[in-house]
C-alpha cells in the first residue's frame, strides 16, 4: 500500500509564506493525482487544490486560487503545496490524498483512496 508523509507544517504569521511537501512511497507513482484538502478547527474537511500526474493540470478552490501553487517532482513522487499571503483563515490540518483507483469529482474527498496523516499549519494574526 502506497503510503504519503507529508512535511513542512508550522507557525507561521500572516502575510507570510510556507511550502507543504508530500511524498508517496514506491519508486514510481501510478495514480492518478495527488493533492491536499484541509480541515480546519470545528470545520470538516474541505478540497484545497489539485494535480493530475500525467498532464500536470491543476485545480485549486476558489478561497486559495491565486495565493496557492501547486507542482509536482515525478522523479521524487513528490508534490509541493507552495502556501503565499496566508491569512488566519488558512489554520487547519493540511491533508495529502492520491487517487489510485476511485473515480469521480477531483474536489470530492471520497474520490480519494489514500490519505496522508496530515501536518498542521498555524497562521498567526
Known amino acids: 500500500q502506497v503510503q504519503l508523509v507529508e512535511s513542512g507544517g508550522g507557525l507561521v504569521q500572516a502575510g507570510g509564506s510556507r511550502r507543504l511537501s508530500c511524498a508517496a512511497s514506491?519508486?514510481?507513482?501510478?495514480?492518478?493525482?495527488m493533492g491536499w484538502f484541509r480541515q480546519a478547527p470545528g470545520k470538516e474537511r474541505e478540497f484545497a487544490a489539485s494535480?493530475?500526474?500525467?498532464?500536470?493540470?491543476?485545480l485549486y478552490e476558489d478561497s486559495v486560487k491565486g495565493r496557492f501553487n501547486l507542482s509536482r517532482d515525478k522523479a521524487k513522487n513528490t508534490v509541493y503545496l507552495q502556501m503565499n499571503s496566508l491569512i488566519p483563515e488558512d489554520t487547519a490540518v493540511y491533508f495529502c490524498?492520491?487517487?489510485?483507483?476511485?473515480?469521480?469529482?477531483?474536489?470530492?474527498?471520497?474520490?480519494?483512496?489514500?490519505w496522508g496523516q496530515g501536518t498542521q499549519v498555524t497562521v498567526s494574526s
Open positions: 490524498v492520491a487517487n489510485f483507483r476511485r473515480s469521480g469529482p477531483i474536489t470530492s474527498a471520497e474520490t480519494y483512496d489514500t
Open positions: 514506491g519508486r514510481t507513482f501510478s495514480g492518478i493525482a
Open positions: 494535480i493530475t500526474w500525467s498532464s500536470g493540470s491543476t
